[in-house]
């Protein structure tokens, strides 16, 4: 008789992530990524300045290759890059925290516990944001069907002169909305986690969207103000972004930590 051992099922690991946070806590977010990005500001300026030449480079290829009717989506989809982008302002967060030296080159050159998992969560990050932008150009055809993209200088008034555009604003605006809210879920605090412990992408991502489903109206301000400080930068020609993504990323490092911490500290009452 063969006698299989009895399986023991492990015991359920104590919950350490914070719920119910209030919404005043995104500001003090924002307070700390301010405070960090003046610790040694140097080399998150420099961080700034590159996430800046990067932006730039890439608008410009648009015009230049004939692909500006993508402008827009692409805006949008920084958003969803962004985190992925900023990894290098959570090390420096996590090295003012344990009292090491800070450096551009540290910032740059990020080794992150996950290893190679984290290119994976980027690659997944990066198909999300071209599914986006195809979905962008799916909602123009259906409702201007052939019609080529009239230029920045003729679209103002083509979606907000017509019905048609009112109508295309409205949908596109919806599936927008869909698009972001999904994937500001799943890489709010995936990227931060994986930059801290071995865990797979899935399971990074599966965790954020449950830290931003349990903490909705701290993360509703969040990403109000993430949102509000990215049309900022816009408004200024993109040169915001040089203070403005060091900021946030700070603060997006902060806020990953208030998530770790125990729930009866973190969780209001």
């Known amino acids: 008789m063969v006698v299989i051992p009895a399986v023991v099922p492990p015991l359920p690991h ?3 992530w914070a719920r119910n946070l209030p919404a005043a806590t995104a500001f003090k977010w924002l307070a700390q990524g301010w405070q960090d990005f003046r610790t040694v500001p140097g080399p998150s300026i420099a961080y700034g300045v590159l996430i800046f030449l ?3 480079t890439i608008i410009d290829g648009l015009f230049l290759f004939g692909r500006d009717y ?3 989506p692409a805006l949008a989809g920084f958003m969803v890059t962004g985190p992925l982008l900023a990894i290098g302002t959570y090390a420096k967060s996590r090295q003012i925290a344990r009292g090491e030296p800070v450096s551009l080159m540290k910032m740059i050159f990020v080794r992150p516990a996950a290893g190679a998992q984290i290119l994976f969560t980027g690659v997944l990050l990066c198909l999300l944001m071209l599914v986006w932008m195809r979905a962008a150009i799916i909602v123009y055809a259906l409702f201007f069907g052939l019609l080529p993209f009239p230029g920045l200088d003729h679209v103002a008034a083509m979606l907000f002169g017509t019905p048609v555009g009112w109508a295309m604003l409205i949908v596109g605006s ?3 909305a869909l698009f972001a809210a999904f994937s500001f879920a799943i890489s709010a605090f995936s990227i931060p986690m994986q930059l801290e412990q071995r865990v797979d992408a899935l399971t990074a991502m599966g965790t954020s969207f449950a ?3 349990n903490n909705l109206p701290v993360m509703l301000t969040w990403g109000a103000i993430v949102l509000a400080l990215f049309l900022l930068s816009l408004a200024t020609g993109l040169l915001g972004l040089i203070v403005v993504f060091p900021v946030l990323g700070h603060g997006t490092w902060h806020a990953y930590e208030t998530m770790k911490a ?3 500290a973190a969780t209001a009452d």
Request: aromatic share 6%; hydrophobic share 55%; no cysteine.
């Open 211 to 213: 830290l931003v489903g």
């Open 70 to 72: 993508i402008l827009f």
């Open 54 to 56: 990067l932006s730039a």
């Open 14 to 16: 104590e919950n350490r």
């Open 262 to 264: 125990a729930p009866e």
């Open 174 to 176: 919806a599936v927008g």
